[in-house]
């Protein structure tokens, strides 16, 4: 039987890789997840150590070998110096908090559609229309974010 691992137990490579043993028992190891992702297991253990950060392609292989696509979302607003600044972190939401959270943000889409005409309706945005427009956008990255959690969601129990 394999130890838990200790120093790698927060890691979130190491508990997606112990939730997805749950389905398929060659990743209780390292050894086992080296096998069926094809990486090697002293650089698996690095990752899952923090004492290195995978390579993108790495971050694909174990999304999809342990079935965590969130772990593509964490990499991105993480680790990644592009998308920290521009990917949005998304949570791995039940069903129903999801729907939830997706009528709530597509409750203001009349709103926006309002907001946005009386903005552009001149051809031009002026400093006293700022502060609306910043508004909408907010909202629009509320409903941008919401769904990719529903993509999120779907990929990890659908596909």
């Known amino acids: 039987m394999p130890k838990k691992p200790t ?18 028992d060659r990743l209780n190891s ?25 390579y993108p392609e790495e971050v694909i292989i174990l ?44 409750g203001t889409a009349d709103d926006i559609k309002k907001t946005i005409l009386s903005i552009v309706e001149d051809g031009r945005i002026t400093e006293d229309e700022k502060p609306d427009m910043d508004r909408v956008v907010a909202e629009l990255d509320r409903i941008s974010k919401a769904t990719g959690e529903l993509k999120l969601w779907i990929e990890k129990n659908l596909n």
């Open 7 to 24: 120093l790698a137990a927060e890691n979130v490579f190491c508990v997606a890789r112990k939730e997805a043993a749950k389905f398929n």
């Open 63 to 106: 999304a999809d070998a342990y079935n965590a696509p969130e772990l593509r979302n964490y990499y991105c607003t993480h680790q990644c110096p592009l998308g920290m600044r521009t990917v949005p972190p998304l949570e791995m939401l039940q069903l129903d908090r999801l729907t939830i959270t997706i009528l709530g943000a597509l």
């Open 30 to 54: 390292r050894e086992g997840a080296a096998e069926v992702t094809g990486l090697d297991r002293t650089r698996l253990a690095r990752i899952e150590l923090d004492t290195i950060t995978p």
